[in-house]
């Protein structure tokens, strides 16, 4: 009677441990279990840590509700001013409602790729490549707004979305160079003449006041030298004295102003006759 008493026991301790390991779930902490009893949703989810469900009955979904990023296969589109290009970009989403994720949607991460790249062949055919390029910002607020529309119902909430990189045909690329170079060198140009311009009134300050005093042009004429022999080349420089060009001037404006010698006009001599012509002269007459 007694070994009958042990063995049944033993037996229902064997059956409750094999119970026990079959009922028994483990959730960890960034998981949520979802219940179906029977193909039937229970309404309550199950959080972290240990938890029993009726073996054969119960079946325990674990949904991950950790942030997801998840990359977004390259897309090529036209832009809206007839520029062919190719977007990426990476999406980065949450599930908020675990129930919802698995009764209402079959496989919420395949649906939210696919209608983020749907979303993003529409952002690139809205938009300007300057804008693809320039005002990204704007462009993954669209973005994020296109995809997080759906995904509410599916129990999913967007994050964040980002546009990785903008690739450009070879010839667009050269283009855009070309055109940045261009833009470069005008600014340039618009500098260095606006340096001239500076340049130029104050050399005519400059000029004016050495003007005024006239040693200052031949102290000036020292500098110059004093710099070129500074250099150690083989310049050679041959200072002439400011005083002399001016009074070379001077004297050329003096001998351009000088009066000319008038010359005396003479009366011309009448013609002499002689004398055989005269008589000849005389004998018509």
Partial sequence: MVEELVAA?????????????????VVKQYERGVV????????????????????GVDKLRKVNMQIVTMPVPAQEGITRDNVTVRVDAVVYFKVTA????????????????????????????????DDLLADREKLNQGLELMIDSPAVEWGVTIDRVEIKDVSLPETMKRSMARQAEADRERRAR??????????????????????????????????????VAAEKNSTLVLP???????????????????PQPVQEQRPSPAPR?????????????
């Fill in 240 to 258: 002439f004295p400011v005083e002399l060009l001016r009074f070379l001037e001077k004297a050329q404006q003096g001998h351009a102003v000088a």
């Fill in 190 to 227: 618009v500098i260095n003449a606006d340096a001239e311009l500076q340049a130029s009134k104050k050399l005519a300050e400059a000029a004016k006041e050495m003007s005024e005093q006239p040693a200052a042009l031949q102290l000036r004429l020292l500098q110059t030298v004093v710099a």
């Fill in 36 to 55: 179906f009893r029977l193909g039937k949703l229970r309404p309550e989810v199950r959080g972290p840590g240990f938890t029993m469900v009726v073996p």
């Fill in 98 to 129: 675990p129930a919802e994720a698995i009764v209402r949607v079959e496989d919420y991460r395949f649906a939210v790729s696919q209608m983020a790249q749907t979303s993003l062949r529409s952002i690139i055919g809205k938009s300007e490549l």
């Fill in 9 to 25: 026991g033993v037996t229902l301790a064997s059956a409750g441990v094999v119970y026990t390991m079959a009922a028994a779930r």
């Fill in 273 to 285: 006759l002689d004398p055989g012509q005269e008589g000849s002269n005389s004998g018509q007459d």
